[in-house]
């Protein structure tokens, strides 16, 4: 053996040396902390001594580093119907010529005109530590237009502005609902605490599957894994995607996982044996968020699918949105007798459908154009002989009625066997995430 002991004794000035090496080493990263702290802390609205500009998180330009340290205040602004950047300003205080320089390097990297009503616009105003607010003078603004971008506007100490985008990096989080369905499903997971453009987003997601209206039952189980994007000081800044989704309805449990392919552009959702949710055509072609499909009171004097009428009836509200549901050409679009205004598409395949009793037609829409699946083609209304508004709803075969209830058609897309292994990790590694969640519950 020729290796050294692990342990020898170490001569004394060695070991000293060590040692102030470790101290230096922990003074270095104590100031390297202080630094940090210094200059990436959260966005706060209180007035503060600091040698910060405007906070931006984790990015700030190099030459705003040293600009003196002062007191800010922060006010916040929210853009109203029809006020411009330099109207507000203006009512601020601010003299036209300070905002113009500042409007000037704003659409450098940002065009004001893009702005919408309801932004949230904050204003910093500033006096040097140790003067007094009648120094104050106003150093730029911030913005945030995207959830990942932040707009910032900084005055200079020559008087004049410079402007950056800088990225706000977002977190996700996982977050689990598994519920029983007590009303209908857009209650069910509204209540759970899913945001409403989510529970949209699952609802369409099982609209090809499920008839909202008939096939939801009390007792029916929801679970979904989703995420939600958070800024960096831990407040919500968007909504994040549906990872998981399970409907467990009249004791089946239809599961999907979210997983895209290397040559796939967009995500699906797949089911155990890799078959994807999408149909070639909806069960659910309007806006399932919206259909008053609460229990007990889903009488219709003519729902379902009998020898006498063809189709089905979804009783909504007027105005609910009406989708095209699955990929086609327009081949009718006008009134009709009974069915009042009615729309025809022809899905290839044989396949066709008529949405009948519309309040109207999507603006610009005629006979030969394409429509694409989801997209809203005219609202509920009671048009024809209807005795409230509903949408009927038929979907024909070879020319032959199919009832939409029975109709069980194929997948759109099915992952290649190449593709199962790694989709398999994949569905473990969320069912994972799912449990533990559940576990922490
Ligand atoms: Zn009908």
């Known amino acids: 053996m020729t290796e050294q002991p692990i342990m020898t004794e170490q001569p004394k000035a060695k070991l000293k040396s060590r040692r102030s090496f470790v101290l230096v080493s922990f003074i270095f990263i104590l100031c390297a902390i202080w630094g940090f702290e210094n ?104 913005l945030i237009p995207a959830p990942t971008e932040r707009v910032i506007v900084r005055r200079l100490n020559n008087d004049q502005f410079e402007a950056v985008i800088a990225n706000r990096p977002l977190t996700d989080r996982p977050f689990l609902t ?20 989510l529970v949209l987003r699952l609802i369409q997601l099982f609209s090809f ?7 939801i039952r009390q007792g029916d189980r929801l679970e979904v894994l989703y995420t939600r994007r958070f800024d960096p000081n831990g407040a919500i800044a968007d909504e994040g995607e549906i990872l998981f989704a399970a409907l ?12 895209k392919t290397n040559e796939q552009t967009t995500v699906l959702y797949y089911d155990i044996q890799g078959k994807s949710m999408t149909r070639l055509l909806m069960k659910t072609p309007l806006d399932g ?38 990929d086609g050409i327009i081949t009718a679009l006008g009134r009709e007798g009974d069915w009042g205004r009615r ?30 699946q989801g997209q809203i083609i005219g609202h509920v209304g009671s048009s024809g002989l209807a005795t409230g508004p509903h949408l009927h709803y038929e979907i024909t075969h070879n020319n032959k009625s199919v009832n939409p209830l029975a109709l069980n058609l194929p997948a759109q897309n099915i992952l290649a066997t190449s593709h199962m292994a790694h989709f398999a990790e994949h569905r473990q590694t969320l069912n994972k995430l799912a449990a533990e969640l559940a576990a922490g519950l």
């Open 39 to 142: 200059y990436y802390v959260p966005d706060e609205n209180n007035a503060r001594i600091s040698a910060r500009p405007v906070p931006a998180r984790p990015f700030i330009a190099p030459q705003w580093l040293n600009l003196p340290p002062m007191h800010r205040q922060p006010v916040e602004v929210v853009l109203e119907k029809g006020d411009t950047l330099m109207e507000m300003l203006g009512g601020r205080g601010i003299d036209a010529s300070t905002a113009d320089k500042a409007l000037d390097a704003l659409r450098l990297v940002y065009d004001p005109r893009r702005l919408q009503e309801g932004q949230t616009i904050r204003l910093l105003f500033e006096y040097p530590a140790g003067a007094t607010q009648s120094a104050r003078q106003f150093a730029g603004l911030d």
């Open 178 to 197: 598994d519920i029983e369905i007590t009303s209908s499903l857009y209650e069910a997971a509204r209540a759970s605490g899913m945001a409403p453009k």
């Open 209 to 215: 599957t499920v008839d909202f209206q008939r096939e």
């Open 248 to 259: 467990t309805n009249k004791g089946e449990r239809k599961a999907y996982w979210q997983y």
């Open 289 to 326: 968020a919206r259909l008053s499909s609460r229990f007990g009171i889903r009488k219709h004097p003519i729902l379902g699918y009998t020898s006498l009428h063809r189709g089905v009836d979804f009783a909504a509200r007027r105005g609910t949105p009406i989708y095209a549901a699955g």
């Open 343 to 372: 729309i025809r598409i022809e899905h290839g395949q044989n396949y066709k459908t008529l949405y009948a009793h519309l309040r109207n037609f999507a603006s610009g829409l005629k006979v030969g154009d394409r429509v694409t």
